[in-house]
C-alpha cells in the first residue's frame, strides 16, 4: 500500500495532545500528555481520526540532527487494526524521511517489528525494558577520581557536545528539555579536571519514572548514575538498557527489576555512531532515541 492510499491521514497539532494521549494509554504506555505535547512540538505528528474525530491511529517523526530523525508513537488502536493503518503512518514517515535526505531510526517492540522489516529496516542491538519498584541496596559509589553531582542549566552546552559522538545522536533541545523539566533526576559525572564522564537524565511519566538517557564513558560510571537517580526520585521505575551491558542487568536484578518486554533498535539507512550501544547504557526511551 502507498501512504497516499491512506485517505484520512493528517497532522496532529500540538495542542491536540490530550486528544491523541488515549491511543498511548491504550498500548499501556508511560508517556503522558507532557511527553505527546514535547514530541509534537519538537518534531511532527501524523494520524488518523474516525468520522466523529476521535484519534485511531499515529506516528510521530523526531530529527536528531540533520541527518538522522526518529520515528516513534506508531499506534493504531485495536478495532483498526490490521488493515493496514500502521504500515501506510510509516510509509508517510519514511517518505518525508527521504525527503529531508535523513536516515531513519527506531525502536521497535515486539509488535512494531512485523511492519518495519518489509520495509527496509534492519536491526542494529536488542535493549530490555525493565521495571522496579526502588533501591534494595545502597546507591553505587562512582569509581576513584569521578564525582557525581546534579546538572545545572550551565552544564547543557557540554552535555549536548558529550553526548553526540557516544550516541549519534544530535538532541540538544531533547536534553535541555528533560533536565529542565526534571532536575531531579538529572545527575553529571566528572573526573578530576571537571571532564564530563557521564550523565543521566529522567521524567515522571503516567505509571512510573523513566530513568534515562544514561550515556557514560564506562559502566562503572553509568552505574553510579543510575542509582543515583534511583535514589533521588519516586518509584516506580522504568529504564531501557541496551542488553549488552550485563553489569546493569544483573545490578537491575538484585534491586528486584523485572523484564517483562524488549525493542529492537533498527534502522533505514546508515548512521554513524547509531549501531554502537557501548557508551549507550539507556535509552531516552523509545519515543525519543
Ligand atoms: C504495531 C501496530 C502499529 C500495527 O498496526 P496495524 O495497522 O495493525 O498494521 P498493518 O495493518 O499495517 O500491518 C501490516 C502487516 O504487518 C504484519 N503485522 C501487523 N501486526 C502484526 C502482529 N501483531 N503479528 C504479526 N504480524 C503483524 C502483518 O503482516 C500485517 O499484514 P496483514 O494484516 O495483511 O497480515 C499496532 O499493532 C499497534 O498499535 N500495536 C501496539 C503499539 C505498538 O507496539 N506499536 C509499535 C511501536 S514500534
Known amino acids: 500500500m502507498a501512504s497516499t492510499d491512506l485517505p484520512d491521514v493528517r497532522p496532529i497539532d500540538p495542542e491536540q495532545c490530550d486528544e491523541v494521549w488515549p491511543l498511548s494509554i491504550e498500548a499501556g504506555w508511560n508517556q503522558n500528555v ?111 577520581g569521578v564525582t557525581v553531582r546534579p546538572i545545572t542549566p550551565a552544564d547543557l552546552p557540554r552535555l549536548a557536545v558529550y553526548d553526540r559522538p557516544l550516541t549519534g545522536m544530535e538532541r540538544p533541545s531533547i536534553l535541555m528539555h528533560l533536565a529542565l523539566r526534571q532536575p531531579g533526576r538529572a545527575w553529571l559525572a566528572e573526573d578530576m579536571g571537571d571532564k564530563i564522564v557521564g550523565f543521566v537524565l529522567g521524567r515522571e511519566g503516567r505509571t512510573a519514572t523513566s530513568l534515562g538517557p544514561v550515556v557514560a564513558d564506562r559502566e562503572p560510571i553509568a552505574l553510579s548514575l543510575i542509582s543515583r537517580a534511583a535514589a533521588a526520585a519516586p518509584g516506580p521505575f522504568i529504564i531501557d538498557v541496551p542488553e549488552a551491558h550485563q553489569a546493569v542487568r544483573a545490578w537491575l536484578q538484585e534491586q528486584g527489576a523485572t523484564s517483562p518486554r524488549g525493542y529492537m533498535r533498527m534502522t533505514l539507512g546508515t548512521a554513524k555512531g547509531l549501531d554502537d550501544p557501548s557508551h549507550v547504557f539507556a535509552l531516552a526511551g523509545p519515543e525519543l532515541g
Not at 488493515?83 to 536516515?103: F, H, N, Q, S, Y
Request: aromatic share 10%; hydrophobic share 45%.
Open 34 to 144: 507532557a511527553d505527546w505535547r514535547f514530541m509534537l512540538g519538537a518534531g511532527r505528528g501524523f494520524g488518523c481520526t474516525a468520522p466523529d474525530g476521535t484519534w485511531q491511529a499515529s506516528s510521530l517523526i523526531l530529527p536528531l540532527g540533520q541527518k538522522l530523525a526518529w520515528i516513534s508513537m506508531v499506534l493504531v488502536t485495536k478495532e483498526r487494526r490490521r488493515g493496514g493503518v500502521g504500515t501506510g503512518l510509516l510509509k508517510r514517515c519514511i517518505d518525508e524521511v527521504r525527503a529531508a535526505d535523513a536516515v531513519a531510526g527506531l525502536d521497535a517492540t515486539e509488535q512494531g517489528r512485523p511492519i518495519y522489516l518489509p520495509l527496509g529496516f534492519r536491526d542494529l542491538y536488542p535493549i530490555a525494558r525493565w521495571h522496579f519498584d526502588g533501591l534494595k541496596s545502597e546507591a553505587v559509589a562512582p569509581p576513584a
